[in-house]
């Protein structure tokens, strides 16, 4: 029995400092992921669904980078409609690129006169998710360039909504539509 035990332990030791070792060597030289990213970005949004109105206008971006593979970040972008997400961005941060997938949940506000959909324009703020891939070039001054392109989805809730002027049903639910930008931003 004790043999047993001391054969395991001096099997896991050196399979601990072999790995060690073997990781030692095989390591590229790279300080680490900057922690933090603030960007400004331009931002394409048609959210789909019974508003057909889309729009172009400037946000802000920021992230925190847990790992190189694993990011919390968040958006706020303005004009019509205003746009917040907060979620996860998991990919592969290198030295020079970064490739990502997200997915993150969020809310959407319609501001007066974006919508002649009645139901909308009485609850103009509605969940959205914010799913797609995000590319990232970095320099090595603490610079990036990034493009994000995806699909919104909108929960504009159950139901449908017949227009009295044009007769046309709008079914209400969580179709998909438009969500890209590109900006720029420094990390550190």
């Given at each position: 029995?004790?043999?047993?035990?001391?054969?395991?332990?001096?099997?896991?030791?050196?399979?601990?400092?072999?790995?060690?070792?073997?990781?030692?060597?095989?390591?590229?030289?790279?300080?680490?992921?900057?922690?933090?990213?603030?960007?400004?970005?331009?931002?394409?949004?048609?959210?789909?669904?019974?508003?057909d109105a889309g729009?172009?206008?400037?946000?802000?971006?920021?992230?925190?980078?847990?790992?190189?593979?694993?990011?919390?970040?968040?958006?706020?972008?303005?004009?019509?409609?205003?746009?917040f997400f907060l979620?996860?961005?998991?990919?592969?941060?290198?030295?020079?690129?970064?490739?990502?997938?997200?997915?993150?949940?969020?809310?959407?506000?319609?501001?007066?006169?974006?919508?002649?959909?009645?139901?909308?324009?009485?609850?103009?703020?509605?969940?959205?998710?914010?799913?797609g891939v995000v590319?990232?070039?970095?320099?090595?001054?603490?610079?990036?360039?990034?493009?994000?392109?995806?699909?919104?989805?909108?929960?504009?809730?159950?139901?449908?909504?017949?227009?009295?002027?044009?007769?046309?049903?709008?079914?209400?639910?969580?179709?998909?539509?438009?969500?890209?930008?590109?900006?720029?931003?420094?990390?550190?």
């Amino acid at each position: 029995m004790r043999t047993g035990i001391r054969v395991t332990a001096v099997v896991c030791l050196f399979l601990v400092c072999a790995g060690k070792e073997a990781r030692g060597q095989i390591v590229i030289q790279y300080p680490g992921t900057p922690r933090y990213e603030l960007g400004a970005q331009f931002t394409a949004v048609a959210p789909g669904g019974p508003v057909d109105a889309g729009n172009l206008g400037p946000g802000l971006h920021f992230g925190y980078n847990y790992n190189e593979f694993l990011a919390l970040e968040s958006d706020l972008n303005g004009y019509h409609p205003v746009t917040f997400f907060l979620g996860p961005r998991i990919g592969y941060t290198s030295r020079d690129l970064g490739v990502y997938v997200k997915a993150r949940p969020g809310l959407i506000h319609f501001t007066s006169g974006e919508s002649s959909i009645a139901p909308i324009e009485k609850n103009p703020t509605h969940f959205a998710l914010d799913t797609g891939v995000v590319l990232a070039r970095y320099f090595e001054s603490g610079f990036y360039v990034r493009c994000d392109v995806g699909r919104i989805f909108v929960n504009y809730g159950g139901g449908s909504y017949t227009d009295p002027v044009t007769r046309q049903t709008y079914h209400l639910g969580t179709p998909g539509g438009f969500l890209g930008s590109i900006g720029i931003g420094a990390r550190w």
